[in-house]
C-alpha cells in the first residue's frame, strides 16, 4: 500500500468509446503525475500537475484530457484511442523531492 | 538533454550471490540520480537516491549505489541477493530547479533469481 490508488486496474476499450483513468492519493503530496510505460521503453512522463495546476504536458496527444480537481485527485480521460496506446498508465505522486510514490498502474488494452 | 543507459535488459543471479546493476547517465550539470524498483503487478518504488556529498549511497532492503563523475555513471549493488529481489530496476536522472518533477528514466534491467 503506497497510497496512492488507482482504478480501474484493467480496463479494455474500443477506439470509440469514451473512457477515464482516476487517481487518489492519501499523502498529502502537492504534485501529480501520469506516466506511461509500454514494454522495453523507458517510462514517459505524460502530465504532471502541482497544487492542481498543470506544470508539465510531455507533447501528449489530445486524445489523452488530464483533470485534477484538487491536489488529492488525479484523472486521466480517454477518447477515441488507437491500439498503440495500450500500456499501463500509472499514476504518482511527490513532494517534490524526486521521491515519487506510485499507483499500481492501469492496464489499458485498446481493441 | 539528460539521457540515462541501462544497458542490460536481463540479468540472472544465483539466490546469494552479489549484484550489480549498470547505469550510465548524460548530463551536463550535477546530476541527482535515483534507483526504482518494480515488482510484478506494481508500481516504483523508490530504493536510494543520491543528491551531493558521499558518492556511495544506501538505500532500502540492502541496496547501495555509488556515483562516479569521471564513468557517468551510478550502479546499483547488492552483496547478497534475495530470491524477493527478483523485479524490474530502473535507474532515473533528475533536475533540483524543476523539484524533480521532470525525471528521466532508463529502459529497466529485469532482475531474475535462480535458486
Known amino acids: 500500500e503506497t497510497g496512492v490508488t488507482q482504478t480501474p486496474r484493467h480496463l479494455v476499450m474500443g477506439m470509440t468509446n469514451k473512457k477515464s483513468l482516476k487517481c487518489e492519493q492519501h499523502?498529502?503530496?502537492?504534485?501529480m503525475y501520469w506516466y506511461k510505460q509500454s514494454a522495453k521503453k523507458p517510462l514517459e512522463l505524460m502530465f504532471v500537475y502541482n497544487f492542481k495546476e498543470q506544470t508539465e504536458n510531455n507533447s501528449v496527444p489530445s486524445r489523452f484530457s488530464p483533470e485534477c480537481p484538487n491536489s488529492s485527485h488525479l484523472f486521466l480521460h480517454l477518447h477515441t484511442l488507437q491500439p498503440e496506446d495500450s500500456a499501463l498508465y500509472l499514476c504518482a505522486s511527490s513532494y517534490n523531492t524526486g521521491e515519487l510514490f506510485f499507483g499500481e498502474g492501469s492496464r489499458l488494452t485498446v481493441l | 538533454a539528460q539521457s540515462v543507459t541501462q544497458p542490460d535488459i536481463h540479468i540472472t543471479v544465483s539466490e546469494g550471490a552479489s549484484l550489480e546493476l549498470r547505469c550510465n547517465y548524460s548530463?551536463?550539470?550535477?546530476?541527482?540520480l535515483f534507483w526504482y524498483v518494480q515488482s510484478p503487478g506494481q508500481g516504483l518504488q523508490l530504493l536510494l537516491k543520491y543528491f551531493s556529498g558521499d558518492t556511495l549511497v544506501q538505500g532500502i532492503k540492502g541496496f547501495e549505489a555509488e556515483f562516479k563523475r569521471s564513468q557517468s555513471s551510478f550502479n546499483l549493488r547488492k552483496p547478497s541477493v534475495h530470491w524477493s529481489d527478483a523485479a524490474e530496476y530502473f535507474c532515473?536522472?533528475?533536475?533540483?530547479?524543476?523539484?524533480?518533477?521532470?525525471?528521466?528514466f532508463g529502459t529497466g534491467t529485469r532482475l531474475l533469481v535462480s535458486p
Open positions: 532515473a536522472v533528475g533536475e533540483r530547479n524543476t523539484g524533480f518533477q521532470k525525471l528521466v
Open positions: 548530463y551536463g550539470a550535477t546530476p541527482y
Open positions: 499523502l498529502g503530496h502537492n504534485a
